[in-house]
């Protein structure tokens, strides 16, 4: 999957997300692999914005390769395990991260 393939499933997926009770939020993620890139995650008021942009304000930065990224949001893939499997680094709020997985759970 190319980067712009992965964005174009995220925002399909943003749709059905419920972030209702969520009035902001900033994550960028940074895929290290086959095709690296950047892209963020911006929730403000209680809407969701994903662009291939890096975010410098960011409350935390996730960095994995692709195929987990997608395991996780298919829920083939816990946070928690991916994080302390190494397969997962968050730089910043981690509590940001939690948060966010729990998120896209729902």
Same mark, same amino acid.
């Given at each position: ?16 997300? $419920? ?5 902001? #939020?900033?994550?960028?993620?940074? &895929? *290290? ?7 963020? !995650? ?14 410098? $304000? ?5 960095? #994995?390769?692709?195929d987990?990224? &997608? *395991?996780?949001?298919?829920?083939k893939?816990?946070? !928690? ?26």
């Amino acid at each position: 999957m190319t980067m712009q393939e992965l964005l174009d499933m995220l925002k399909k997926m943003a749709v059905d997300i $419920d972030v209702s009770q969520t009035d902001f #939020m900033a994550i960028q993620f940074n &895929i *290290k692999d086959r095709d690296p890139g950047v892209f963020y !995650v911006e929730i403000r008021d209680h809407k969701i914005s994903i662009e291939p942009y890096e975010y410098n $304000d960011r409350q935390c930065a996730i960095t #994995m390769k692709m195929d987990n990224l &997608i *395991k996780l949001i298919n829920g083939k893939l816990d946070a !928690v395990a991916a994080f302390t499997l190494g397969k997962l680094k968050v730089d910043g709020d981690i509590g940001k991260a939690l948060e966010f997985s729990k998120l896209i759970k729902k």
